[in-house]
């Protein structure tokens, strides 16, 4: 039995979670809605103030989607209660973010300006010129959000310019040394 796939999901108070035909799972919080379809082949229900999935039988993709049919539910709940959020720092002389309205100015050291407007259930919030924190409900959203924001400007391994995560270690690399 899959060890994460068995564990119940505690549904928190202020949480409803709502289970349709072809396994239509909607989840409503004070931070959002959810909804989702989940393969025919796991069976999802709620007992009490939990959420169960159990498997038909030990089939190699059965096994597979058990835990991440958890896991996915796990996430649409913990989204509507906390939400999400990934912080980004941008380093790099002249280089800052600002924002105006539902676009996210970025000024990245090209000869033009790069404008991103938030997709929809996804927030930025800029704090100060070179932070960027990234929120929203969908941790596929706002994870797709941030890359795409990263992907901008890489960070570069010589003097570590561009969007990086904030936990994220930029291995360096020694630069080129003059021969006499």
Request: glycine share 12%; with cysteine; hydrophobic share 30%.
């Amino acid at each position: 039995m899959s060890r994460i796939g068995k564990m119940p999901i505690a549904i928190p108070a202020g949480v409803t979670v709502t289970i349709a035909e072809n396994n239509k799972v909607t989840v409503k919080g004070p931070k959002g809605t959810l909804e989702r379809v989940f393969p025919n082949d796991m069976k999802i229900e709620v007992e009490g103030s939990e959420i169960k999935v159990t498997r038909p039988n030990d089939l190699k993709r059965e096994k597979s989607l058990h835990g991440l049919t958890r896991t996915l539910i796990n996430n649409m709940v913990v989204g509507v209660t906390t939400g999400f959020e990934k912080k980004l720092e941008i380093n790099g002389v002249g280089y800052r973010a600002a924002k105006s309205g539902k676009k996210l100015n970025l000024t990245l050291g090209y000869s033009h300006p790069v404008e991103m407007e938030d997709p929809e259930g996804v927030e930025t919030v800029v704090e100060g010129q070179n932070v960027i924190i990234v929120k929203g409900c969908d941790k596929e959203k706002v994870g797709q959000f941030a890359a795409e924001i990263r992907d901008k400007r890489r960070p570069e391994p010589y003097k570590g310019k561009g969007i990086k995560y904030a936990d994220e270690t930029i291995r360096r690399k020694v630069g080129k040394t003059g021969k006499k």
